[in-house]
């Protein structure tokens, strides 16, 4: 940041009075503090990084109370940031107020996604990994640092061998000849190996056992095995979490769906349709009666076979099942184990993501469950937009991802074109003048918000962050 912009970053801590996501406070009156490892790692792995700002006293309603020595400073944040792993490269901006007292900012890149977590090296990754919530540096649990190992070693969890005892008997030998049948005819140079080299290589078998895979998917019963494997789902008779009808009822259905994925897969779709309301209209074109559903059913179904196929297969989460959550207004599937890799929610159904499980993907391929070709978010947004319902909502956490699906119809607005219906749902996650500016292609902010930004405020479609500072640097646009 420039002089100028740390000057402002001074002022805006002065008014809100307090700490932020991207913002850690010490005072460094009377020395450098000894402690920033917790500090350095939270930011090193969040996005967009964030900055420690040397000179303020909380404790003394955030006055500029100014660091011991500048140059002195710098040399030991820099010796802190040496014992990280990956090190550290801080930014220092530095500036001097009218009573001599001086003002430091250490700006902490975000580490690059294949080298989480960042943590301090005296401790390792386990224990010397920390993650920002709030204005806060939380240690790492142990699954999330584990998410991040799993993708940078390229960990298969899908295909892990299945060391369960008596494991072999529950398998469904005839499903298996079925699916080394059509694997032969698709790939006829497979018929020349026997069936035992092909369980091999398809990774049906690991270490001479069947691998989570095959249980999950040719198993009698895999949840003999793997009791969590499942879907819960419920119909909630409200809007929220311990909603209640007038006798006290909590659950207007409530069911643990099991079986193999196929079979969970169509029971789970088969609950929707039984909970969902259906309304019968007649066609004005054809005068013929047709049914229409409170959700399309393609979505539903590409939503659920989303949680299955990407959910998180490691041991980690073998005690989590996926939730699958009818509420009055809305419908809510959350599984285990966030985005995978480097997609972000942003970049979701528009460019072709890293897999978690990319053998179970292509086994649910050649069986003609799936197509494996990254439709899947395509086609829920195309199927709600058809269906004159609002857009899916789509929630990420290294420990969960979760789509909603609302089943009240999109507000009619007037006055909007296309390209601004666009941008209200890229602004679906809050935005700053600079992101929706290069969205929509234009050099200068100041232009983007004239043009596009401000007819959306005027009409209400568009919110601010900060209200109360309308041109505060760290202002963000969101729409609801």
């Not at 007292?101 to 250490?106: I, P, T």
């Not at 209640?244 to 789970?268: C, H, K, Q, W, Y």
């Not at 989460?317 to 959350?334: Q, V």
């Not at 930004?453 to 640097?473: A, D, R």
Request: charged share 30%; net charge neutral.
């Amino acid at each position: 940041m420039t002089e100028q912009e740390l000057r402002e970053l001074v002022q805006l801590v002065q008014k809100r009075k307090c700490e932020w996501r991207q913002l850690e406070l010490k005072s460094a009156h009377q020395g450098c503090p000894k402690k920033l490892y917790d500090t350095l790692s939270a930011f090193s792995n969040q996005d967009g990084g964030g900055t420690i700002l040397f000179g303020i006293d909380e404790g003394k309603e955030y006055e500029v109370v100014g660091v011991y020595d500048m140059e002195d400073l710098q040399k030991k944040v820099n010796e802190q940031c040496k014992q990280m792993e990956p090190v550290v490269r801080p930014t220092f901006t530095l500036t001097v107020f009218e009573d001599g007292k001086g003002v430091v900012s250490a700006e902490i890149p975000a580490v690059d996604i294949s080298e989480r977590p960042c943590c301090y090296r005296g401790k390792g990754r386990v224990d010397g990994s920390w993650v920002r919530v709030g204005d806060s540096d939380e240690p790492m649990s142990e699954y999330e640092v584990y998410s991040y190992e799993a993708f940078r070693k390229q960990l298969e969890d899908d295909i892990r061998p299945a060391q369960k005892e008596n494991i072999q008997i529950a398998i469904d030998q005839e499903k298996v000849k079925q699916y080394l049948t059509i694997l032969k005819t698709e790939n006829p140079r497979l018929s020349q190996l026997s069936d035992t080299d092909i369980l091999k290589i398809s990774s049906l078998y690991r270490e001479n056992v069947p691998s989570l895979m095959c249980v999950l998917m040719f198993s009698n019963f895999p949840q003999m095995f793997y009791p969590q494997y499942t879907i819960n789902a419920t119909v909630i008779p409200g809007t929220e979490r311990g909603s209640v009808t007038e006798d006290g009822t909590r659950f207007l259905d409530n069911r643990r769906i099991e079986g193999s994925i196929p079979e969970i897969l169509e029971s789970a779709l088969a609950f929707v349709l039984k909970n969902m309301k259906v309304q019968t209209r007649i066609d004005p074109r054809t005068g013929k009666r047709y049914d229409k559903t409170e959700y399309p059913i393609p979505a539903v179904r590409e939503a659920i076979l989303n949680a299955l196929v990407h959910r998180d297969y490691s041991i980690h989460t073998e005690g989590k099942p996926i939730e699958l959550t009818m509420f009055k207004d809305r419908m809510e599937i959350r599984n285990p184990g966030g985005l995978y890799g480097k997609l972000t929610i942003d970049q979701l159904g528009n460019i072709q993501p890293d897999t978690r499980n990319k053998r179970l993907a292509r086994l649910l391929e050649t069986l003609k469950i799936t197509e494996n070709r990254y439709s899947g978010i395509p086609t829920i947004r195309r199927e709600l937009k058809e269906a004159g319902l609002k857009p899916p909502v789509f929630a990420d956490s290294r420990n969960e991802f979760q789509v909603t699906f609302f089943n009240e119809p999109i507000e009619e607005r007037l006055n909007i074109n296309e390209k601004e219906q666009k941008l209200l749902e890229f602004c679906r996650t809050p935005r700053t003048r600079q992101e929706i500016a290069e969205w929509l292609g234009v050099r200068s902010a100041a232009y983007a918000m004239s043009r596009n930004v401000k007819p959306l405020l005027e009409q209400g479609l568009l919110k601010m962050t900060l209200p109360g500072t309308p041109q505060s640097k760290d202002q963000k646009f969101f729409s609801e």
